[in-house]
């Protein structure tokens, strides 16, 4: 069974372009989250995605944004790039929305460098 | 979610059990406690999760404190590859608006 699948790995950008982030679920899984992890903030929630519906959001501004498709693959964009954007990008799935089974599966995420 | 307090490091000799302690003395009652590790440089992955009663699974152990106000995963025979950060969280099963609240973890380093 494959895992989360996370593309690009690496991506080095500078300020002010925009960047689109791709995620694949597991297979099954309808539930897709993005957490955004930075040595200063940790591990902090950007939004989750059920059946192509943004279900939560988390704290942060509007140049963070993302979608779900039909086939639960998600993407998000990050508009106006600023140098405090360079973080390790990682999505999760899991089978329905909200956790309910307790566990989250992790892509190895997607590392974006902003000069 | 409720805010979990773990110590920042641990060091376990290899071979012995790991005991990671987790503070979550304002937990409420339908909130579960989650066990997450993170090894350098990948996603985080998933270790146990309980309510009220311990829990085992193949990976490790978590036991619950009757008033629930703290836990303690157990990894039973320490490996160098359980070196990693360890993230304690108490979050409702139906999920938080907020998502899963990762903290700053205990990072439990192995040694040969």
């Known amino acids: 069974k494959a895992g989360v699948t996370q593309t690009p790995r690496y991506l080095i950008k500078t300020r002010g372009q925009q960047v689109t982030l791709s995620c694949s679920p597991i297979?099954?899984?309808?539930?897709v989250s993005w957490y955004q992890q930075t040595p200063g903030q940790g591990l902090q929630f950007l939004f989750e995605y059920f059946s192509e519906t943004q279900r939560n959001k988390g704290n942060f501004p509007g140049r963070f944004s993302g979608r779900q498709f039909s086939n639960s693959r998600s993407e998000m964009n990050v508009s106006t790039l600023e140098l405090g954007d360079s973080a390790l990008y990682l999505c999760?799935?899991?089978?329905?929305?909200?956790?309910?089974?307790?566990?989250?599966?992790f892509g190895e995420g997607s590392r974006l460098t902003v000069l | 979610d409720a805010k979990t307090t773990q110590p920042p490091s641990m060091d376990c000799a290899e071979g012995r059990a790991a005991n990671l302690p987790c503070n979550h003395s304002t937990i409420s009652g339908n909130e579960y406690v989650y066990w997450y590790r993170q090894i350098h440089s990948q996603g985080p992955q998933y270790i146990i999760h309980g309510l009220k009663n311990n829990e085992t699974n193949e990976m490790a152990s978590l036991i619950i404190t009757e008033d629930r106000k703290s836990s303690t995963l157990i990894l039973p025979h320490a490996t160098l590859r359980d070196t990693a950060v360890y993230y304690c969280?108490?979050?409702?099963?139906?999920?938080?608006?907020?998502?899963?609240?990762f903290g700053k973890g205990t990072h439990l380093i192995i040694q040969p």
């Open positions: 999760a799935s899991s089978l329905e929305a909200g956790f309910d089974t307790g566990e989250l599966f």
């Open positions: 969280i108490a979050s409702y099963s139906g999920g938080g608006a907020d998502g899963l609240t």
């Open positions: 297979s099954g899984h309808r539930s």
